[in-house]
């Protein structure tokens, strides 16, 4: 089961890549907005403009 989680995030990041967006997940308790070039920010954050 872990390796088909594992799996599953690899190809969200593949998809957020191809579309040029975002995955959100939880890390460290808190959601989190991951970018295809390794950029994590806390989803309750307002990015910077």
Same mark, same amino acid.
């Given at each position: 089961?872990?390796? #088909?989680?594992?799996?599953?995030?690899?190809?969200?990041?593949?998809?957020?890549?191809?579309?040029?967006?975002?995955?959100?997940?939880?890390?460290?308790?808190?959601?989190?907005?991951? #970018?295809?070039?390794?950029?994590?920010?806390?989803?309750?954050?307002?990015?910077?403009?």
């Amino acid at each position: 089961m872990d390796e #088909y989680i594992k799996r599953t995030g690899e190809l969200a990041m593949e998809q957020a890549k191809k579309n040029n967006t975002y995955i959100v997940y939880e890390k460290d308790g808190e959601l989190v907005k991951e #970018y295809p070039d390794g950029k994590i920010i806390p989803l309750n954050e307002e990015e910077e403009g």
